[in-house]
């Protein structure tokens, strides 16, 4: 048996070619693969291979077992379903299970490898967008709620709070560039995107959370953040 993979390069090549393998079952090759999901069967799995072929067969009796296994009885529901929304339905399934084979090969990876996985997995369609012909949406600048930066949040003298977001397009290396000589006001420490940090609003230093003890759910409920220093020149 092969060895499994284990570099990250590595394992995005197993999840590029069994990703190519689900797609061609479910576009190219699909009446056979309709055909072979026969309802009457017993339980079948649609299998992607790290050489770009596909199966639909029995779940491997293994247990447990040697990768994750996909959604099991896929030939039951179809049937029971449209045609176009079964094939939707086994594709989502099947890029759950893509993504929790490469990230059960990368259980060694470290965090910077782990996000560099899925940074380059994120560039292909979803399996779904390919089998629903609907394109990738790229993500925009946005300061919502629910694009919080990982790295600096800062208050104004408004209450209103500023954030730096992380892109993985041009914005990302715009940021970089703008923060690049941006120095902790307490450790001295250069600017880290993955780092938490927060902006003094009288001196405007920044500031590592850890360094100042500021979290970034505490940092919400400040309206207006004065770093120790200017903390202790308002006392004198």
Known sequence: MAASPRTVEEIFKDYSGRRAGV?????????????????????????????????????????PPELPEPALGINFARDGMHRKDWLSLVAVHSDSWLLSVAFYLGARLNRNERKRLFSLINELPTVFEVVTERKPIKDKPSVDSGSKSRGSTKRSNDGQVKINTKFADENFEEEEDEHSETLCGSCGGNYNADEFWIGCDVCERWYHGKCVKITPAKAESIKQYKCPSCMKRGRQ
């Open 23 to 63: 797609v061609r079952a479910l576009t190219y090759d699909v009446d056979e693969f309709y055909g072979l999901c026969d309802p009457d069967k017993e339980n079948l799995c649609l299998y992607g291979h790290p050489n770009e072929s596909w199966e639909v067969t029995l779940p491997a009796e293994e247990v």
